[in-house]
């Protein structure tokens, strides 16, 4: 522990201080930045949730039968809106994106990963994904879950037309 910091079993990190000539260590918290987007979006009697490789709110009124990945309509914000904050912590190398969806009193989570090409250009919906492919709807990547995998719960209460919140944290 000689001229630097260190940082032990706990997390805190011990930071060496001189005061009135000895020696004292201080000790604070090393924390990681953290940075949260809300979604909130509404079900469709059209959402089947059957995709495998993705999942997608929109910000459209409409769903037809095809769209098996979409999760929920009238989607708000867009990711052109995100804050700028969200959106520089989720195009670092070392992101690590969690999407915690809410409906009718279930919840669920999905782990990914962001990506130094992920633009949040796109003004009408968003996209997660299991793949390593990015696009401007693209949101997340790597993603350990798809349409197919949210909870039957969840899909049926959304095929009922009930809102539904989608909080994406991003820290790195």
């Known amino acids: 522990m000689h001229g630097g910091e260190y940082i032990n079993g706990l997390g805190y990190r011990d930071v060496p201080s001189v005061s009135f000539g000895s020696l004292k260590w201080i000790t604070t ?8 987007q809300r979604v909130r979006a509404t079900g469709h009697e059209n959402v089947t949730a059957e995709h495998a490789s993705t999942l997608e709110f929109t910000s459209d009124d409409w769903l037809t039968p095809a769209g098996d990945c979409i999760l929920g309509v009238e989607a708000v914000p867009v990711p052109a809106a995100f804050a700028d904050g969200f959106v520089e912590a989720c195009q670092s190398t070392d992101a690590t994106i969690t999407a915690t969806i809410r409906a009718a009193g279930s919840r669920q989570r999905i782990k990914g990963r962001g990506d130094p090409e992920l633009t949040f250009e796109d003004d009408r919906s968003m996209v997660v994904r299991t793949s390593e492919y990015v696009d401007d709807r693209t949101v ?13 719960d969840i899909v049926d209460a959304l095929a009922r037309g009930e809102s539904l919140e989608c909080v994406f944290e991003v820290e790195r």
């Open 29 to 36: 918290f090393d924390r990681a930045m953290s940075e949260r």
């Open 140 to 152: 997340m990547v790597g993603a350990d879950t798809a349409a197919a995998g949210i909870d039957r």
